[in-house]
């Protein structure tokens, strides 16, 4: 582009570099007044389906001898100066994804990590024999097992038995791997591309094919058509995929019972999103494999909005599912075939799932070799995750106490339960855990993998967070977040100083910040700087009601929020008013913009792949995201009242901008305009753009390049103190 001035970035040796930068970050979230639970020790409670909360009690305040000031002999420096040995290096090394568990038939774990040190390419991993050899890789080096349906991917492989069925990243084809065997076999046809994507899939042993949601961009790359179809892949010759479900706009978690006869799916429609409203169908399979008669369950009447998901039959061919039908929370469900009716199993003001930005969520699965009755779930409950046992005949729930405050997915085999996790304490990690035979304890707990197995050499560094609750702009509301003050076992600062603040939007915006263990966030407190991550209205975690707020209101809700958020914190006396910065990601990166544009609460701030241009995203954007902005901005007017790009006449402080060249969600166009517009108007700005990035930055040399600029960009504009890493600067324009 003529005149352009922006940096394209490709890894070469740091020293060269003199570019214009931002950092990458992570969410989480939580309710309540300031204090943290620490582990909680390893038993289960029985509790009554009436008992009105099932939360552990906080057992820890935060913020006393850990955070900076608490300590004698400590060395005294500025916020933001402290030496840490938290680097950026450690945060890209820790910055390791899951993308999903599975079981093989030998009853061991199969997971997809990602590895950031090889282009954050994702690997099919199985469990090793012995616990302390290391998991073994499933696929070769020249395949990467993710799958681009929906942008967002998800669901990118399952196993059965010593077979692994994955998505393989570079072509999109799916392939069967058999787990030991060198090279696995495509059982999809080549289309010349990446043009036709699969996801969400499971193997059919009844009529032995693969049955999984495919999405074929062939006709358009913007408005692709979305279809259930089998594949199968006993045949040599590779045979284009069969559909047995099409017409509506979306599918997703098509399961199929224990013998074969029924096949349970979601579907939905524009403009809805999957967790707006959506549809639970079951269809009965004819003696050819082909779904002769359809009815729904769940989403269909006009008079109750609802969300229904996660599908599942249970051992004895009985359907389970999670929707919101009532109380608007995602509570467990089940369908009585016979009365065609659905029953809810057990109420709770708690989320049992999570919203379905990627395929693929198991957050309940039926206990193996414990009994039928049995289900082990997790929810989610005023910001922190829980896991439990749920008799669904008795109706009754045993919560079991592990060292997890944040779960994610879970599997149950052979006596025992794998899960994802973390806590404030435990970066993301893969955990197994055995209870006892009545369900009532937990016999062992021990973690298999670990996104950064050496981090407890950084625990004296580590901010606990405060789970903190203010009020917002509307009256009797109140908002939630999470604030990490500074903390380094080395250094205080004066008593007469006030930390500065980076505020974190989380994406989504239909998302949640969540309260647990991420060095990108140590890596800011542990040189003294306080960090918060906001639940702003419109979160997920707190229910229907709260995720509403947003519709209609974006632009709003999460700006005046966010900003409540800061000066609450300021007003308390926790960090210096005149240097609060905020930043975001994606969704989060529209909140930053349009704070900075809308209000003066902020000296600066960071905008991550983030949105300037609402109508522009409309225009541009995939199609599952093509019309969520229908829901949260209501109307054409409102699409350009709130796009900050309309607005730069409004922007008063500095902003660095950080984009992934192949983000198909946030295309960088969007970062291209505020940047030349901010630029032409005077204000201090700069540009990064990454090449072979997409929407989140995958690469370890990108994720530390962000982080390490985002933090000098921020020193040299607010912050009145040194930078205390060696970091060479980046050209800021209309500062430099």
């Excluded at 012995?130 to 993710?146: G, H, L, S």
């Excluded at 085999?413 to 899960?419: G, I, K």
């Excluded at 609402?614 to 902005?629: I, M, W």
């Excluded at 690469?699 to 390490?708: C, P, S, T």
Aim: one cysteine or more.
């Amino acid at each position: 582009m003529a005149g352009w001035a922006a940096i394209r970035w490709t890894p070469r040796p740091y020293a060269a570099l003199t570019l214009p930068v931002l950092s990458r970050l992570h969410h989480r979230g939580n309710l309540g007044l300031p204090l943290l639970r620490g582990d909680r020790n390893r038993s289960c409670r029985p509790m009554s389906s009436s008992s009105s909360s099932l939360s552990p009690s906080a057992s820890a305040e935060v913020g006393g001898s850990t955070a900076a000031g608490g300590g004698a002999g400590k060395v005294t420096a500025p916020y933001g100066s402290w030496k840490s040995p938290i680097t950026s290096d450690v945060v890209a090394g820790a910055e390791k994804r899951l993308g999903g568990i599975g079981v093989a038939g030998d009853g061991r774990l199969v997971w997809i990590e990602s590895r950031p040190e090889e282009a954050g390419r994702m690997v099919l991993v199985k469990e090793p024999v012995e616990p302390e050899n290391k998991p073994i890789d499933i696929i070769p080096q020249e395949f990467a097992a993710r799958t681009l349906a929906q942008e967002y991917g998800g669901g990118a492989f399952a196993v059965s038995e010593n077979m692994v069925f994955f998505s393989n990243y570079k072509d999109q084809r799916l392939y069967r791997q058999i787990i030991g065997e060198k090279f696995p076999v495509p059982i999809t046809p080549d289309y010349g591309g990446p043009v036709v994507r699969y996801a969400d899939g499971m193997v059919d042993p009844h009529f032995k094919r693969y049955v999984t949601v495919m999405e074929d961009h062939r006709q358009s790359s913007t408005n692709a058509t979305t279809s259930i179809v089998s594949i199968d892949f006993r045949n040599e010759n590779i045979l284009e995929p069969k559909v047995l479900v099409s017409g509506r706009d979306f599918y997703a978690s098509p399961r199929i019972d224990p013998v074969g006869k029924r096949m349970a799916w979601i579907e939905w429609e524009h403009p809805n999103m999957p967790w707006d409203n959506s549809e639970l169908w079951v269809g009965y399979f004819s003696e050819d494999g082909e779904l002769s008669k359809r009815i729904c369950i769940a989403g269909d009447s006009p008079a109750l909005v609802e969300s229904p998901a996660e599908p599942k039959w249970s051992p004895e061919g009985e359907l389970f599912f999670i929707t919101d039908r009532i109380g608007g929370f995602w509570n467990i469900y089940k369908w009585n075939e016979n009365q065609n009716n659905v029953e809810h199993v057990y109420p709770l003001k708690a989320e049992f799932t999570r919203p379905m930005w990627t395929f693929g969520i198991n957050s309940y699965d039926f206990v193996k070799d414990w009994g039928s009755n049995s289900i082990v779930c997790t929810y989610r409950k005023n910001g922190g995750s829980y896991l439990g046992i749920l008799d669904h005949t008795q109706s009754s729930f045993t919560l079991c106490d592990i060292p997890f405050t944040d779960i994610y997915n879970v599997v149950s085999v052979q006596n025992c339960l794998y899960l994802e996790g973390a806590s404030a304490v435990h970066p993301l990690s893969i955990a197994k855990v055995i209870l006892n035979d009545e369900l009532t304890k937990v016999a062992a707990f021990s973690i298999i993998w670990s996104s950064s197995p050496d981090i407890t050499r950084f625990e004296p560094y580590f901010s606990r967070p405060e789970v903190i609750e203010f009020p917002t702009e509307r009256p009797g509301e109140t908002a939630f977040a999470f604030f990490y003050p500074p903390s380094n076992p080395i250094y205080q600062a004066s008593p007469d100083e006030k930390p500065p603040l980076l505020l974190k939007g989380h994406g989504g915006p239909t998302g949640e910040a969540r309260g647990l263990l991420e060095l990108s966030i140590q890596y800011w407190t542990s040189r003294g700087w306080a960090f918060v991550d906001v639940n702003y209205g419109g979160s997920t975690g707190y229910g229907r009601e709260y995720r509403s707020r947003l519709l209609g209101q974006w632009g709003i809700v999460d700006v005046n929020d966010c900003c409540t958020c800061a000066t609450f914190l300021a007003d308390q006396g926790k960090v210096d008013g005149d240097r609060l910065c905020i930043m975001g990601r994606s969704a989060g990166g529209y909140t930053t913009l349009a704070a900075l544009a809308f209000r003066d609460t902020f000296r600066a701030g960071a905008s991550l792949y983030g949105v300037a241009d609402l109508s522009l995203l409309r225009e541009e954007t995939h199609k599952f995201e093509a019309r969520y902005l229908d829901n949260l901005l209501g109307s054409d007017h409102a699409f350009y009242e709130r796009s900050p790009i309309n607005f730069v006449d409004k922007f008063t402080c500095p902003v660095i901008l950080f984009q992934g060249l192949e983000d198909k969600v946030v295309p960088p166009e969007q970062a291209r305009k505020i940047y030349q517009s901010l630029k032409e108007k005077g204000i201090p700005v700069a540009l990064v753009e990454f090449e072979g990035e997409q929407h989140g930055f995958r690469k370890a040399e990108n994720i530390k390049f962000v982080l390490e600029q985002q933090m000098l960009f921020f020193a040299r504009l607010v912050g009145k103190f040194d930078l205390p890493d060696e970091v060479s600067p980046i050209k800021i324009d209309n500062f430099d």
